[in-house]
């Protein structure tokens, strides 16, 4: 990093970075004080899990990973412009900050510094001088134990397409890789939220094979139609912001006896899991995903500094979702995040038991536990219209009816 932006962006995005500012030398942008971009992104749940990036190579994983889009969980951002291209001229004047304001408040909030960092490089050698007001709303509560960091990073990156109108100026392929990638180095979980999909998704996110570049490849894949009837929800156990964050976390994760050991294994969970999706062969989905969780968190359990995100209710409650799924036969499975919430795929047939499970659930913790189901599909929409589109639908329920 070298004067607050990254510099060591891979070179199929610095190609399109060039190609921008090639257009803006033709004078194809017309950006001005107070234009605006807008963007809508969803969340998503690892069912093969990103744990652990290299340092000395930007966000690149230790491992690829492959997730479920979370299409109702999702982030709103809209972005205005304060400022004002540069002239053609070589003089650098960036400096001032760019500013964030969350969910519908009219108060600034601190902006992360790695968001400041990510826009200022995107903005980079085309666009000095413009400051970025940044205005986002998430539709999932704060305390539903869903990360925001993927939706977030994805929707700030796609609003900035929409303002920098990059439908217009980027073939398919193009726009493709400047959303993952810039997403990439915003949050690493955020790639896979910055895939534009109209429905059902499930996305791989990959390290690139045989390459020393700091890049990665992210895809759609192939499925079954039949995992078009499998639903979301999360049960929440605990509403509280976690103590080690998620990229405190991924540092420590090297540092655990049983990360190069999990790392070994994913490529062949992925090939497992890319023909299970095709074949709706749920039993292995499920195997795979449990196993992955699992692992995910002796990972995170054994690291220094530890980071112990699964405790004691968490483990309980899994038991029992175990006993009750296997009992009654029904199509569903666990997953965690680097939380305690515990998040469930279902086949729709399998409602009623979950239910029923909510209801012991509660009685074993003896209190009552939130759950948040999903009732939207899709994926990144950039653009005003998209983003109203959305704004008002129904995309989550909080009981499981
Ligand atoms: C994942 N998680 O695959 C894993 C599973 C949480 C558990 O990626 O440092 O917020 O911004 O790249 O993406 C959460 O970490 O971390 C995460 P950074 P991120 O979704």
């Keep these: 990093m070298k004067n607050n932006i990254i510099t060591d962006i891979p070179s199929k995005l610095t190609l399109i970075q060039e190609k921008l500012c090639q257009l803006k030398i033709a004078g194809k942008f017309e950006i001005q004080n107070g234009d605006e971009g807008y963007s809508t992104a969803p969340s998503n749940i690892a069912l093969i899990k990103y744990w652990g990036k290299n340092l000395n190579r930007k966000q690149i994983p230790d491992n690829s990973s492959l997730s479920y889009t979370l299409g109702g ?9 304060q400022g004002r291209f540069l002239p053609e001229t070589n003089e650098k004047t960036i400096s001032i900050k760019n500013k964030l304001f ?8 601190p902006i992360p510094e790695k968001m400041d960092i990510l826009i200022r490089s995107i903005f980079n050698n085309f666009a000095d001088e413009i400051t970025l ?3 986002s709303i998430n539709n999932f509560p704060t305390a539903c134990g869903i990360a925001s960091s993927a939706s977030g990073y994805a929707a700030l990156v796609g609003a900035i397409a929409d303002l920098l109108q990059l439908k217009k100026h980027l073939r398919t392929e193009e726009l493709h890789i400047w959303l993952t990638e810039w997403a990439r180095l915003g949050s690493g979980s955020a790639t896979r939220s910055a895939i534009q999909s109209s429905e ?8 690139e094979n045989n390459s020393n570049e700091n890049f990665t490849e992210t895809s759609e894949m192939i499925f079954h139609p039949k995992w078009k009837q499998v639903e979301h ?3 929440v156990l605990n509403e509280n912001e976690k103590k080690i964050s998620s990229s405190d976390g991924h540092k420590s994760a090297s540092t655990s006896p049983f990360h190069n050991i999990r790392v070994a294994g994913v490529t062949k969970k992925i090939a497992r899991m890319t023909k299970a999706l095709k074949e709706f062969d749920f039993e292995t989905v499920q195997q795979i995903s449990e196993e992955d969780a699992f692992a995910m ?19 309980k409650a899994i038991a029992l979702f175990i006993q009750m799924r296997d009992i009654n036969e029904i199509l569903a499975f666990w997953t965690l995040d680097a939380g305690p919430n515990i998040h469930i795929l279902f086949y729709k047939d399998a409602k009623e038991i979950l239910r029923d499970y909510h209801a012991k659930l509660q009685e074993l913790l003896n209190r009552e536990i939130k759950v948040f189901k999903n009732v939207y599909r899709g994926g990144l929409l950039i653009g005003k219209n998209e983003y109203y589109n959305i704004l008002d639908k ?8």
């Design 133 to 135: 007001k940044i205005e």
């Design 73 to 81: 969980f999702r982030s709103f951002t809209k972005v205005t412009t």
């Design 394 to 401: 129904e995309l989550l329920k909080s009981s499981l009816n």
């Design 102 to 109: 969350l969910n519908n408040k009219d108060i600034e909030v």
């Design 233 to 235: 929800c999360v049960f």
């Design 200 to 207: 059902e998704s499930f996305i791989k996110w990959e390290l």
């Design 297 to 315: 968190h002796a990972v995170m359990q054994t690291g220094n500094p530890k980071a112990c995100y699964l405790d004691e209710e968490t483990s």
